[in-house]
């Protein structure tokens, strides 16, 4: 079992050793070519550090493939990945911090050494007090001097530095009053514990890295914006490689105290004993069971729904390669697919999920009319398919770009950058405008006023010669109509189609900037209104002409 667990683990690294390496000499080689820092630059410890990159990022998954009893080989892989960890924090951070990330490693490892083939002696007592006044003389400065751009590294160098002070200390403690047993497990437990926690920390960095580089490999980089499909990436993976390393973490540091065996045994009793409600006996592993399954099942329809998404926001035309609101019956199969087995697994009597099904239906019925409606108005919108993910619609007063579609609402992106959670059951009692419910060929219209006294003729050779654009379709070809007498000028009405809802505003702008040209070059006037002020008489006025009329007989 063994040998057949190293072949495999041989084969997953030399294929990501593949992919990882050929993907960035491409990577590297386009953004030579196009002088763009793009994908290439936002990758960290890959960029610089390939193979020690992917073994990192890959080891702590693949030793699960071992048996963890074999207490020497997960030793010497531990050993091992701290080492690696070791060059890649020599490559990417300030000597300082990998100086005193050295000292850390030489105690690591001689205490590593010391729990393997040593016996417990008396002599060791001043070697593992050294130590630990060492490794905390290093990590006193840690919480104020280390420094960092992102958040996280800073928070997790502090937390896991104060939790192995402590150990240290206990074990100092520990030593100092003779009680050498303790202070050996202790000091091996805090600075395994540390020292783990920065090669987890790597772990999931590196293993986005891969993933993100997996995906770049697939697709144009035109296709989906790079930064932001990465950062979405790493917001949806963060968590889950996050409870995976805190489960290995906590794994390791339970065999380190010596309590693994102790604590899993404790709580398989305590999941595995039978309890009753009523007439009804469960057990809490059944139950964790059940709740776990049902949220991967969540976890994967809602993935799944994600990428589908991310495709369909990024195809321009063609809606008929789009899943669409088809993504809500997939996500709902999933979720009732994951539903069943979890209930299966857990030992759950399906006659008695249907006692509570009806017993929500009498809920339903008096209180949950508006979500049952939006849940049904989202199932006719998954097999109608008035909307999809993409398109530009209008509802009530709302405008924007579907952004997805979910089981009780869906979500628009508005123009201006917000998003609009709109109630499926709204969508289907509006009226809704779908701008790109077939195409998303867009018609511009145009109303320009020219004066009365323009020669008409002319004006209408020159709106038609600016229609001669390339952006511009020429089927249906475009139409100048005479439209309306103003008041101040001759109204036309301009009609050209382009090809795309995304350009028609730029296109739009450029015909409106060359008509205003061309007027101007050839004297066309666009008027403006105007009004002529006939006075008939002024008071002041007429009786300053009264004053002069008598004067003058005088004189």
Do not use: C
């Not at 697939?218 to 990436?233: G, P, R, S």
């Amino acid at each position: 079992m063994q040998k057949i667990s190293a072949i495999i683990s041989a084969l997953i690294l030399l294929v990501t050793f593949y992919l990882v390496i050929s993907t960035l000499k491409k990577l590297k080689k386009d953004e030579n070519e196009t002088n763009e820092g793009g994908v290439f630059s936002r990758i960290r410890f890959l960029k610089k550090n390939p193979i020690i990159g992917v073994i990192l990022g890959l080891t702590p998954l693949l030793l699960l493939l071992f048996e963890i009893s074999y207490f020497a080989f997960m030793t010497f892989s531990l050993a091992a990945q701290v080492i690696l960890a070791s060059i890649i924090i020599f490559r990417n951070y300030e000597k300082l911090i990998f100086l005193k990330w050295a000292v850390g490693v030489i105690v690591f490892l001689f205490f590593t050494v010391s729990n393997l083939y040593w016996e417990i002696a008396y002599q060791e007592r001043m070697y593992y007090l050294i130590g630990n006044l060492l490794i905390l003389a290093v990590l006193v400065g840690i919480k104020t001097k280390f420094k960092s751009e992102l958040v996280e590294e800073t928070r997790l160098i502090t937390w896991v530095r104060n939790l192995t002070v402590l150990f240290l200390v206990l074990a100092t403690v520990a030593n100092i009053l003779g009680r050498f047993s303790l202070s050996k497990i202790l000091s091996i437990a805090g600075i395994s514990s540390f020292a783990y926690a920065v090669v987890l920390y790597f772990f999931v960095k590196v293993l986005t890295e891969i993933i993100f580089l997996m995906i770049e490999k697939q697709k144009n980089v035109d296709y989906i914006t790079a930064y932001l499909n990465f950062q979405e990436i790493q917001r949806r993976l963060r968590n889950i490689l996050v409870i995976v390393a805190i489960f290995i973490w906590v794994a390791l540091l339970l065999q380190n105290l010596s309590l693994n065996k102790y604590i899993l045994g404790s709580l398989t009793e305590f999941m595995d004993q039978e309890r009753k409600l009523g007439d009804s006996t469960f057990t809490f592993g059944s139950l964790f069971l059940f709740a776990g399954l049902v949220y991967l099942s969540s976890l994967i329809a809602n993935n799944v729904s994600y990428f589908i998404s991310l495709n369909d926001q990024n195809i321009s035309s063609a809606p008929q390669k789009k899943l669409g609101s088809s993504v809500l019956i997939i996500r709902l199969g999933i979720l009732t697919v994951g539903f069943f087995i979890a209930a299966t697994a857990a030992k759950i009597p399906l006659d008695k999920i249907a006692i509570v099904l009806g017993a929500l239906s009498v809920g339903i019925g008096f209180g949950l009319q508006t979500i049952i409606n939006n849940l049904v108005s989202g199932l006719i919108l998954a097999f109608e398919k008035p909307i999809q993910i993409g398109d530009d619609i209008e509802v009530g007063n709302m405008t924007g770009k579907v952004k997805e579609v979910g089981i009780r609402a869906s979500k628009i992106l508005a123009y201006d950058g917000s998003e609009i959670v709109v109630p499926n059951g709204d969508l289907l009692s509006q009226s809704l405008i779908n701008w790109t419910l077939s195409n998303k060929r867009r018609r511009v219209e145009l109303i320009i006023g020219v004066a009365y006294d323009s020669d008409m003729k002319k004006v209408k050779e020159l709106i038609s010669e600016v229609l001669k654009n390339d952006k511009i379709m020429k089927f249906p070809e475009p139409k100048v109509h005479m439209q309306n007498f103003g008041d101040s000028s001759v109204d036309f009405r301009v009609l050209f189609w382009v090809e795309s809802m995304d350009i028609y505003l730029d296109v739009r702008n450029e015909v409106m900037n060359n008509i205003f040209e061309s007027f101007l070059e050839n004297g066309v006037e666009i008027p403006f209104p105007k009004r002529d002020l006939y006075i008939k008489s002024l008071p002041e006025l007429k009786k300053s002409q009264q004053e002069e009329n008598k004067k003058s007989p005088e004189e």
